[in-house]
C-alpha cells in the first residue's frame, strides 16, 4: 500500500468520473504536466490501485429493461458443492455480477433480462437447476444511482 497525497485523491476521483481520460487531459484538469500526471497514473497503476479499466453499457438502451438481484442460500455447504455452483452460474449470461456473501444468502446475483417474462424463464430454466441451490430471494431494481467513492 502506498501513501495517497491530494492530487492521488483528485487523480483518482477524476478518473472515477471519466475513465478515459488521457494523461494529458488529466494534466490539464488538475493542473500538472503530461509526464506528471503520466507518472502518478503508472504509480496508481503499478501499486494495484488503479486495477484496471471497465465499460459500463446501458443495459435498457441495448434492450435489457429488468435488473434483478438474487440471494441464493444453497442446500449443501462443502467445497464441491461451492465450485460446483460457481462454476455454473458462470455460464449463464444473463448473470452480471456473483457475489460470495457472508450473511443471510450464500450468493448474491445480478441478473438482468428483457423482460419480466424472461428473467421468470431464466430463473426457472438456469437459476433454479444450479447445483446446490436451495432458497432464491428476489429484489426486481427500480432505480440506481452510482455514488463515487470515499476519496
Do not use: C
Not at 114 to 133: C, K, N, Q, S
Request: no cysteine; hydrophobic share 50%; aromatic share 4%.
Amino acid at each position: 500500500m502506498i501513501d495517497l497525497d491530494n492530487t492521488d485523491r483528485a487523480v483518482l476521483r477524476a478518473l472515477a468520473q471519466d475513465a478515459t481520460l488521457s494523461a494529458a487531459a488529466l494534466g490539464r484538469r488538475l493542473g500538472l504536466s503530461q509526464p506528471a500526471s503520466w507518472r502518478r497514473l503508472k504509480r496508481l497503476q503499478a501499486a494495484g490501485i488503479i486495477a484496471g479499466q471497465r465499460l459500463v453499457l446501458d443495459h435498457a438502451a441495448l434492450g435489457f429493461g429488468v435488473t434483478v438481484f438474487l440471494g441464493i442460500t444453497l442446500g449443501t455447504k462443502g467445497r464441491v458443492s461451492l465450485a460446483d455452483f460457481e462454476r455454473a452460474v458462470a455460464a449463464i449470461p444473463e448473470v452480471q455480477t456473483v457475489q460470495h456473501v457472508l450473511g443471510l444468502y450464500d450468493y448474491r446475483l445480478r441478473v438482468t433480462a428483457r423482460d419480466l417474462a424472461d428473467f421468470e424463464r431464466v430463473l426457472r430454466r438456469r437459476i433454479m437447476t444450479l447445483p446446490g441451490v436451495a432458497q432464491v430471494d428476489a429484489n426486481v431494481l427500480l432505480t440506481e444511482e452510482r455514488r463515487p467513492g470515499p476519496l
